[in-house]
Every structure is written in structure tokens, then in C-alpha cells.
């Protein structure tokens, strides 16, 4: 095999379409606006009402920025969020599985009424997209899919099976979808943060004890900033992890190791 040399175009994403699932809000705002500064337009189906501040990011970088408000859990909007992602912005490069809930409850009190809303939208949603951008980049030999997983997905979940449960799941379908699109050219993988520093975290953070706990178990010594995700994230959409397939990338601060 001849070996050609490295090339920082490996890493951009110049003229890709991307679907990132809760793109306007969140960690999913921070890898809306990684891909569009690769070179990407990002369609992004979310139920949060968009304020215009992730248009106004993607703007800044040049590329296309569409919003659909959209319940992600019903039957039929993921197929719905794809086919109008290709009629808007000319077709599907990458996936992004974002959108994600985490409700909290003790063991006792954590029933159906809180498992089956998240199963519907860390998991079967995650499933559906996967299923119908797939639809569209067998046939086209090539594409991306990326699902964010967590630490979760690894460790216990104390007062939140579901979140535990579906993050492993995430993991389990991420290894399932490579090796079968694998042939096809498409690379699916997952990405695992740790403990970040957003809107979900801020009751952990403002409580000394907690937030100390965090920290004395993360040897970066921080919480992590969700532009932390952004090169990775750009890395598993890009050329250049174009032999990556079924892997899920912790990036944690190194957490896990302690």
C-alpha cells in the first residue's frame, strides 16, 4: 500500500450533510457548530424551540443551518427528518445521534412512567435514525454515523437505570450497525463523554461536594468544556477515521481510568 502524505483536508467535512438529532441545544449545539466549521450544512430535528443562537453559529462559519421541531419518538419522524434533510440540503453525509434524556429517581420510585420516555429517545429514536439514514448511504457507498453514548454506558447507573441501560445500548448498536455497513462504506461509532460542564450538570456543580467528588476522580482536574467534544466528534465524521468502524471513544478526562 503506498503511503500518501498526511494532509489536514483528511479532517474536513467541506460539503457534507449532516442530521445531528437535539442539534440546537446542548452538547448538541457544540457538535452542530464542530460540523459546520469543518465545512458542513447540519439539518437539526429537535423538540426544544430554537432561539436563532445555533443559526447565527453555523452563519458565522458559512454553511446552512435548518431547525425542525419535531418529536423525535414518533412513529415515523425519523424517516420524515431524513427525507426532508436530503430535499433541503441536497442529501445525507452524516449522522449524528445527539438527542438525549436523563430522569433520576431511587430504585423503588424509578418505574415505567420514567424508563419507557427514555428508552424512546436515547435508544429507539437513536435506532430509527440509524435505520433511515442507512436508507439513504448503502446506496451511495459512503457515510457517517455517530451516536453519543456516555461513561453510563460502561459504569452502574444509580438512580437511573434507563440512562445506564440505553447508553449500553447505544454501545451494542453502534457494534451491530458496523459490522454490517461496514461493506457499504460507512463507518458507525460511538462517542462517550464524561462529567461536562453544561445545563444538565449545573445542580452536580453547584454543590461543593459533589462538584469536589468529580473532580478528585477525573485527572484532568476539571469538568470538561463541551468544545472538548468538538475535535472528536469532527474526527469520527471525517476521512480521516475512515478504518474506525464499531469503536466508541471515551472522552472523559480520563475518568475511567481511576
Given amino acids: 500500500m503506498e503511503i500518501t502524505e498526511f494532509a489536514p483536508s483528511f479532517f474536513s467535512l467541506a460539503g457534507k450533510r449532516a442530521i445531528v438529532t437535539g442539534g440546537n441545544t446542548g452538547l448538541g449545539r457544540a457538535f452542530t457548530v464542530a460540523l459546520a466549521a469543518a465545512g458542513a450544512d447540519v439539518f437539526a ?8 443562537t445555533t443559526e447565527r453559529l453555523v452563519s458565522a462559519h458559512g454553511r446552512r443551518f435548518v431547525f425542525a421541531q419535531a418529536d423525535i419518538t ?38 415505567r ?8 429517545v436515547n435508544l429507539t429514536a437513536a435506532f430509527d435514525f440509524a435505520h433511515e439514514a442507512a436508507r439513504v448511504m448503502v ?16 459504569l452502574g447507573g444509580r438512580q437511573s437505570p434507563a440512562y445506564a441501560a440505553t447508553k449500553a445500548g447505544i454501545v451494542g448498536l453502534t457494534k451491530a450497525y458496523a459490522d454490517e455497513l461496514g461493506a457499504h462504506g460507512i463507518q458507525v461509532n460511538a462517542l462517550a463523554p464524561g462529567y461536562f460542564a453544561t445545563a444538565i450538570t449545573e445542580a452536580t456543580r453547584s454543590d461543593p461536594a459533589a462538584d469536589r467528588r468529580i473532580i478528585d476522580h ?35 478526562g480520563g475518568y475511567l481510568v481511576r
Fill in 113 to 120: 412512567s420514567k424508563w419507557d420516555p427514555m428508552v424512546a
Fill in 218 to 252: 477525573t485527572p484532568a482536574d476539571r469538568w470538561g468544556d463541551p468544545a472538548d467534544l468538538m475535535g472528536p466528534l469532527v474526527f469520527l465524521c471525517s476521512r480521516a477515521s475512515d478504518y474506525v468502524n464499531g469503536h466508541t471513544l471515551t472522552v472523559d
Fill in 45 to 52: 430535528p429537535g423538540l426544544a424551540p430554537d432561539d436563532g
Fill in 74 to 111: 414518533v412513529s415515523g419522524t425519523p424517516a420524515r427528518m431524513v427525507d426532508a434533510c436530503v430535499a433541503e440540503l441536497g442529501g445525507l453525509d452524516i449522522l449524528v445521534n445527539s438527542a438525549g434524556i436523563c430522569l433520576l429517581d431511587d430504585v423503588l420510585a424509578f418505574d
Fill in 139 to 154: 446506496p451511495q457507498g459512503s457515510g457517517k454515523i455517530v451516536s453519543i453514548a456516555s461513561l453510563f454506558s460502561f
